[in-house]
């Protein structure tokens, strides 16, 4: 059974930090994209950062560029979002993913409709 278990999540004052974790299990994900989608209430799913097979390209979202940060260890079959300087506005459940196709792509996808797996989310809520 393919999991994306997700953890990290919480409630943090803004100006604080988290460290989102993923760890994918039942098969391998080294070979394609993965990435982090967020859901804010009474809005859609929308795009966060993506990284590469490889960990040698990235994409943000302008909302985060500069503040998050995605990492990925593929011994560990894990990717990580670091995220700095928290706003009001990053209140959301995250979402680790993992793109069903496009294997040791250079292309970093950015779209949901992208990404094959996912798991079922990590509530962060950041207060003002």
């Known amino acids: 059974q393919v999991q994306l278990i997700e953890s990290g999540g919480g409630l943090v004052q803004a100006g604080s930090s988290l460290r989102l974790s993923c760890v994918a299990s039942?098969?391998?994900?080294?070979?394609?994209?993965m990435g982090w989608f967020r859901q804010a209430p009474g809005k859609e799913r929308e795009f966060v950062a993506t990284?590469?097979?490889?960990?040698?390209?990235?994409a943000y979202a302008d909302s985060v560029k500069g503040r998050f940060t995605i990492s990925r260890d593929n011994a560990k079959n894990t990717v990580w979002l670091q995220m700095n300087s928290l706003k009001p506005e990053d209140t959301a459940v995250y979402y680790c993913?993992?793109?069903?196709?496009?294997?040791?792509?250079?292309?970093?996808?950015?779209?949901?409709?992208?990404?094959?797996?996912w798991g079922k989310g990590t509530l962060v809520t950041v207060s003002s």
């Open positions: 993913a993992a793109a069903g196709a496009g294997f040791y792509s250079e292309y970093v996808p950015r779209s949901e409709n992208e990404m094959g797996y």
């Open positions: 039942g098969r391998t994900f080294s070979n394609v994209a």
């Open positions: 990284i590469i097979w490889s960990g040698t390209r990235h």
